[in-house]
């Protein structure tokens, strides 16, 4: 399995980024996934996840409305489109499957200032 996050970047509050997580090394399109986060000195969160065909979507309360999550299962491909960014979304931004595996990959840092 592997799980490259990009797309990530320091921006001003209001401002909007997406990112990209490009999977290989399993069937992609046969598991549900979700974008994790974790800022310093917390937990990692899930704030969203799609199921396997990308017609089921889910948001943590404080994403709701701002954040919208979508997959390419042809280009292996899932992504997360930020508005309204907020200095409190920032975080290193991780993809996996929901459940998780036990790799993750390097994850993309997002830096929003006020």
């Known amino acids: 399995v592997q799980l490259v996050e990009s797309g990530g970047g320091l921006v001003q509050a209001g401002d909007s980024l997406r990112l990209s997580c490009a999977a290989s090394g399993m069937t992609f399109s046969i598991y549900h996934m979700g974008w994790y986060r974790q800022a310093p000195g917390k937990q990692r969160e899930l704030v969203a996840h799609i199921s396997t065909g990308g017609g089921s979507t889910a948001y943590v309360h404080s994403v709701q409305g701002r954040f919208t999550i979508s997959r390419d299962n042809s280009k292996n491909t899932m992504y997360l489109q930020m508005n309204s960014l907020k200095p409190e979304d920032t975080a290193v931004y991780y993809c996996?499957?929901?459940?998780?595996?036990?790799?993750w990959g390097q994850g993309t840092q997002v830096t929003v200032s006020s």
């Open positions: 996996n499957a929901v459940p998780t595996w036990d790799y």
